[in-house]
């Protein structure tokens, strides 16, 4: 939620918590935030009722089997698609990589035997544009990364641009 608030202050935009949302194996061993804790860290952000007022939102979800994530994928991608149906103009959804990578996949109709984190790489900070329509989707750009500066393409290319910054 850091990043979506730093998003969306300067640009004057809600930010909507969904639960649905976040990285693959859920929050692993962290319960989460309470909605209370959400509320006082981020007053802006607007919750829905099924984060509870006390306790950890992910306290009962400590794993997440690869069926599960694409379960949560899909439900968030039917959301995206109903939002758009009803006339909502632009979506900002700030995520996690891994489930990102299921959920642009599975936009693209990536058969579900062969999507996987591999196939559908997208990078923590990477930016992705996807304009639906009823019928199809256009990818205007795909894990963008020219906003944080050197543009990291691979991790071959991380690792020669940090073995390159070792030596300079």
Same mark, same amino acid.
């Given at each position: 939620? @850091?990043?979506?608030?730093?998003?969306?202050?300067?640009?004057?935009?809600?930010?909507?918590?969904?639960?649905?949302?976040?990285?693959?194996?859920?929050?692993?061993?962290?319960?989460?935030?309470?909605?209370?804790?959400?509320?006082?860290?981020?007053?802006?952000?607007?919750?829905?009722?099924?984060?509870?007022? !006390?306790?950890?939102?992910?306290?009962?979800?400590?794993?997440?089997?690869?069926? @599960?994530?694409?379960?949560?994928?899909?439900?968030?991608?039917?959301?995206?698609?109903?939002?758009? #149906? #009803?006339?909502?103009?632009?979506?900002?959804?700030? !995520?996690?990589?891994?489930?990102?990578?299921?959920?642009?996949?599975?936009?693209?109709?990536?058969?579900?035997?062969?999507?996987?984190?591999?196939?559908?790489?997208?990078?923590?900070?990477?930016?992705?544009?996807?304009?639906?329509?009823?019928?199809?989707?256009?990818?205007?750009?795909?894990?963008?990364?020219?906003?944080?500066? @050197?543009?990291?393409?691979?991790?071959?290319?991380?690792?020669?641009?940090?073995?390159?910054?070792? #030596?300079?």
């Amino acid at each position: 939620m @850091e990043t979506a608030a730093a998003i969306s202050e300067p640009l004057g935009l809600p930010v909507h918590a969904e639960p649905l949302i976040c990285e693959y194996g859920r929050l692993y061993d962290d319960p989460g935030l309470s909605a209370a804790e959400m509320r006082e860290r981020f007053p802006s952000v607007r919750l829905d009722s099924s984060f509870p007022s !006390t306790g950890g939102w992910a306290a009962d979800s400590d794993d997440e089997s690869k069926e @599960e994530l694409v379960e949560r994928a899909s439900g968030t991608l039917e959301k995206l698609c109903r939002m758009r #149906s #009803s006339g909502e103009r632009s979506v900002a959804l700030v !995520t996690h990589a891994h489930f990102s990578g299921y959920l642009v996949g599975m936009t693209l109709e990536i058969p579900l035997a062969r999507l996987s984190a591999n196939r559908m790489r997208l990078f923590n900070s990477g930016v992705t544009c996807i304009e639906f329509f009823s019928d199809y989707r256009i990818v205007w750009y795909a894990n963008a990364t020219a906003h944080l500066g @050197e543009v990291v393409t691979s991790e071959s290319s991380l690792m020669w641009a940090t073995a390159g910054n070792a #030596s300079a």
